[in-house]
């Protein structure tokens, strides 16, 4: 099974480093290093979407962040991403989001982004340990005063438990907001900020105070005081090993004593967990205020 997996994995990271370039079955074939139509089936098997679909949606959703982003021709957009035609993609960028780009990109408003983990972060386990004890890096940072739209869960303490309350698909929705952090976050709320019957564990998208765009159904807003946050940042890892790379970032963090640089736990502000990217390496973020 390792072997599907790996496979599959690596038409995924094919299809990410060539977005933009016109894709065809036989690369990812040969980047899966199986037949065609076996490469085929196992990405649909293991991943529940045709390789074509997985491609196309993506590209969608690079080309709505663009338009929220940049000043752009939907034009320029449409053949940047291997569009056809315009027409071609106005279509398919009003079926997967409900309106046509030329509005979104004059009145962006929060949309379901595609947003898919690489295979090996859903079937492969973490009850292995890595072969080395890896370094963990430490920076005080600021945060700003700021407005957090979050989506709650029910009793979620964790990320898996969050998944299986709400759904994994709720951080494509945040990635369609534009952050202040350039992405969105989990988060452990303090007490104050828990609703009574809803999750410690939540994802939301940190934005500016005078944010007033539209607020998804369901999402809530909480605002969030300037605050002081050490962030804790383990190397970069290989996707299959991810369990391993945050069980060595939390397990630096328990043993870490703030006093030894005049703080103290600042347990008043959330803790923050940032999506695990292999190439950054796990990052968590903890409050802290002077003593």
């Not at 700021?146 to 309350?165: F, L, M, P, Q």
């Not at 809803?198 to 939301?204: A, C, I, P, R």
């Not at 934005?207 to 970069?236: H, R, W």
Request: charged share 25%; proline share 5%.
């Amino acid at each position: 099974m390792q072997e599907q997996i790996d496979a599959v994995q690596r038409m995924q990271d094919y299809i990410k480093s060539h977005l933009s370039e016109e894709i065809k079955l036989t690369d990812l074939a040969n980047a899966a290093m199986f037949s065609p139509w076996y490469a085929r089936r196992l990405f649909i098997s293991l991943l529940g979407i045709t390789p074509s679909d997985y491609i196309r949606r993506l590209r969608l959703g690079q080309s709505a962040l663009r338009l929220r982003d940049e000043k752009v021709n939907v034009s320029d957009v449409a053949f940047d991403l291997g569009f056809g035609s315009v027409d071609g993609y106005t279509r398919a960028f009003a079926r997967e989001f409900g309106c046509n780009p030329k509005q979104y990109a004059v009145n962006p408003f929060p949309i379901r982004l595609f947003h898919p983990y690489g295979v090996k972060y859903n079937h492969t386990k973490s009850n292995k340990t890595m072969q080395q004890s890896k370094n963990i890096f430490i920076h005080l940072i600021e945060k700003p005063e700021r407005k957090v739209i979050i989506k709650r869960g029910i009793n979620a303490a964790d990320y898996w438990a969050y998944c299986s309350e709400v759904g994994c698909d709720v951080w494509g929705l945040l990635t369609s907001i534009k952050s202040i952090g350039g992405e969105p976050v989990c988060l452990w709320l303090p007490e104050k900020y828990i609703k009574e019957g809803t999750s410690e564990y939540v994802q939301g998208v940190e934005v500016d105070c005078g944010y007033n765009g539209k607020i998804p159904d369901g999402f809530d807003v909480i605002t969030l005081p300037s605050a002081k946050y050490l962030m804790f940042q383990g190397e970069p890892f290989a996707e299959a090993d991810f369990g391993c790379a945050i069980e060595e970032v939390q397990s630096a963090i328990k043993k870490y004593d703030p006093s030894v640089i005049g703080y103290e736990w600042d347990i008043d502000n959330p803790r923050i967990q940032l999506e695990p990217v292999a190439s950054r390496g796990y990052i968590e973020l903890l409050a802290v205020k002077s003593k």
